[in-house]
């Protein structure tokens, strides 16, 4: 049949219990790639799958070369830009703040533009950074803004990295084939600093951006010839009318706002400080102004609040934060411990970190598979933070004199636990997360830890420093020691080793180092105790994403689905009749079928089917499986802030509630399933609009108009919202039983605002 770009319709099919005669995705068929629940769990990569996969590995490899490769070098580079301890401490503050605030943003508009784009995007970005940082920059204002521009693309390329992952992989199967790129990013974390203090000695530190630049090369090669995911082909002008610009301008502004002043505090000004508090409250307030515009106004919002919807959502992206935190102090303040008390060179301080990076890799491969295999990832998740909180713990040994093989073991441990929870942290959000939601979870997780690791340079800096003039001041030493700490390393280092100021100054480092320390231990055990809220959540979901890869072995499925809501399917139909105005509707609906934001693949100006069966009809003995049935059909206008609406099964009046980010499938496929052995009771029954009595079942009348039929089955009863807490219960229950997961969790999501219009 033809498709009808502009004016598509729905038509609606009811799904039968009949295990041999359910419709698709009863059976547990993916929704996107045609993929069985047990054909996932022996899912496999093709070639193309690899293609993207070593992709991603070799921009994640660059990413995260460029996070560690400046750790070894910010005291010489303070002293060759002529700044101080405060510019050093931005050089690296200012990539994580832009790297932070724009990954939410980024993954929103690569729904829009496409997830190639959206990568091309970033990697220019990153280069352009680089370019800025190495042969320009001859200030530290010039490095300030090129590693914010680098901050950008990196956030990017973190970002789109783990919704394209989402995209391709099924949860199940995730773990395990994310190693590949948790192997790279695990590689370039060792090179980084080993790398860095090699150009200090031998060369200059700006070659630690010019090795960037082969990596962008080939980045910007590789992802236009297999980085292609299928994406909407509209225009420019309304794929720029479908960006929340407003949210957007909000949420970063406000959250870069908050995030420098609190870098400010301690380092530069007084917490009390007008200075601080300004910019924080400013920043507060946006990004809550931001969060009830995309609650209410935006039409098609950039941020999700559906993601944090539960408990366990809201443990889980703690821990990502808290991940985030403590790894940036540990790959931050202890190299620079070997630096500035063990008196290391930055290619030893680099190698010393060792036993932390590349343990990270073996842990997390183990649990990968673990989990993969096993389905269960919390156990992982408690273990890595109970193993990271003894690690950090242990710290407090580093000294002026720690033995070698202490403080190995000691990192060691560390690694091992921050190794496990690489992977399972991830896993948990995007196993909490609805299908649909999935790549959103991915790029909400991602944000989180760089948020983390963006507050850990805020508050390790405030413990560093505090910690290190309070002990100066006890020693009767001047405080601009800790106000250069990074520059004073290198005086410190020529002097004699029984020097006064030299013993003192070493005391005030260790000092702010244990300061560091017992603050990610505090982290870690607290971190511990928000994970033990985390509930079990199936990882067996289905891929359920618009966004397919061209040329994969599922690419000559179906990818444009019927879509499965309340217990019906939904399929394209051309026939149009009787409009029915959502204006018309009641706006009393119970919360369960009132949802907003609107599909993206739907507008107000469209025209939806929403079919009638005559199903009750004589049917013939010996039906096909998949046999279409005629269909009378209704035409429903759908309006932007309501979705919900008619069909007739098994001679009720059936509410259909379209799900988000679907689009519409573009020709007509099997509206209807039954088997002739199946009796009417045996039709799935829907609890919440079920007659409140044999009485009071709604005959259908055929030349009754939709509004007709709606205000009846709404007048007697058929369909009617929860009146106490104990049915709102009862009703919950009974969905669990016959409803999909995802509409199991959807239905906690509704439960306060159920509760307010009661």
Sequence with gaps: MPTHRHRPSLTVMPRSRDGTTSSSLERGEDPHHGLSIKQELEWKPGKQEYAVMITLAIISLMVALDATILVSVLPTLAIDLGGTATDAFWAGTSYLLSCAVCQPFIAALSDIFGRKEMLIFSVLFFTLGTVLCAPIAKNFTVFFAGRS?????????????????ADIVPLRQRPKYFSLVLAAWALGSVLGPLIGGLFVEKAFWSWCFYINLPFCALGLVLIPCYVKLTTQRTSLR????????????????????????????GVQFEWSSAQVIAPMVVGVLSVAMSVVWESYGAREPFLRPQLFCSGSALAAYACALFQGFI????????????????????????????????????????????????????????????????????LKFFDTDTPTPVWAVILAVFGIGHGILLTSVNVGIQAISRVEDAGRAAAMYAFMRTMGMSIGVAVGGTVFQ????????????????????????LQMAAMDPDDPVRVGAL?????????????????SVAAFLVSLFMKRHSMDKMLATRFVLEGARTSNLPSDPPIMTNGITIQTSTSSQDKFSMQDTPRHLPPLFRHSPMPSAFDSESTYTVAKSNHDEEKPDSPSPMEPQELEAHTVEVEQAAVAYFVEASGKIVPVDILPEHQPVSQMGSVFEYSGQQKEEEQPRYPLWEPQSEEDEVEIDKDASPEELFERAWGNGSIHSASTEEELAEQEAVIAD????????????ERAESRASV
């Excluded at 016959?738 to 999501?749: D, F, K, S, V, Y």
């Design 149 to 165: 521009v680098q901050g950008i693309g990196g956030g990017g390329i973190i970002t789109m990295g783990q919704v394209i992952f």
């Design 238 to 265: 309304s794929k720029l009318g479908r960006v929340d610009w407003l949210g957007g301008f909000l949420f970063i502004g406000g959250l870069t706002s908050f995030l420098v002043g609190m870098s400010w505090g």
């Design 327 to 394: 790894l940036f102090c540990a790959l931050y303040y202890v190299p620079f411990y070997f630096t500035a008390v063990r008196f290391k060179k930055p290619t030893q301080s680099g190698l010393d970190i060792f036993p932390v990076t590349c343990l990270l890799l073996p842990g997390s491969i183990v649990v990968s598979l673990i989990s993969t295999r096993t389905g269960h990832y919390r156990w992982a998740i408690w273990s890595g933070w109970a193993i990271t909180a003894v690690g950090c713990g242990l």
């Design 466 to 489: 505090n910690l290190m003039i309070k002990k100066l001041d006890e020693l009767g030493m001047p405080e601009e020691i800790a106000h250069n700490s990074e520059a004073f390393v």
């Design 507 to 523: 005391e005030a480092y260790v000092a702010g180092f244990h300061g560091v320390y017992w603050t990610i231990t505090g982290a």
């Design 738 to 749: 016959l409803a999909p997961e995802w509409m199991q969790e959807r239905r906690g999501n």
